[in-house]
Nanobody, 126 residues
Framework: EVQLQASGGGWVQAGGSLRLSCVASGFTFDDYDIGWFRQAPGKEREAVSGISHHDGKTYYADSVKDRFIISSDRAKNTVYLQMNSLKPEDTAVYYC???????????????????WGQGTLVTVSS
């Protein structure tokens, strides 16, 4: 059974940091790219970051560039999202998802991701 388990969310003050984890199971980790998305109340789901297991390239939304870092530990089948200098506008439920389409094409298209984790809530207070 394909599973993506997201965790690491919580409450933090503006300027703080959190690290999210996405543990994958039930499929060959290296065959898929992994992306992080977020959805704030009343807003559409938006892409945050993605990592390619084909070439190691990483991708970021402009809103998080230079603050967030995505990485992958293949030995643990886990993708991390290190979030630094958090802002109140980063408050959202964060989801990880997998895609067989290269991240360069898939990152901004949620429908190209076929399995999603359950989400983890990040709350940033001002």
């Amino acid at each position: 059974e394909v599973q993506l388990q997201a965790s690491g969310g919580g409450w933090v003050q503006a300027g703080g940091s959190l690290r999210l984890s996405c543990v994958a199971s039930g499929f060959t980790f290296d065959d898929y790219d992994i992306g992080w998305f977020r959805q704030a109340p009343g807003k559409e789901r938006e892409a945050v970051s993605g990592i390619s297991h084909h070439d190691g390239k990483t991708y970021y939304a402009d809103s998080v560039k230079d603050r967030f870092i995505i990485s992958s530990d293949r030995a643990k089948n886990t993708v991390y999202l290190q979030m630094n200098s958090l802002k109140p506008e980063d408050t959202a439920v964060y989801y990880c998802a997998r895609t067989w389409v290269p991240t360069a094409q898939a990152m901004t298209i949620p429908s190209l991701y076929d399995y999603w984790g359950q989400g983890t809530l990040v709350t940033v207070s001002s």
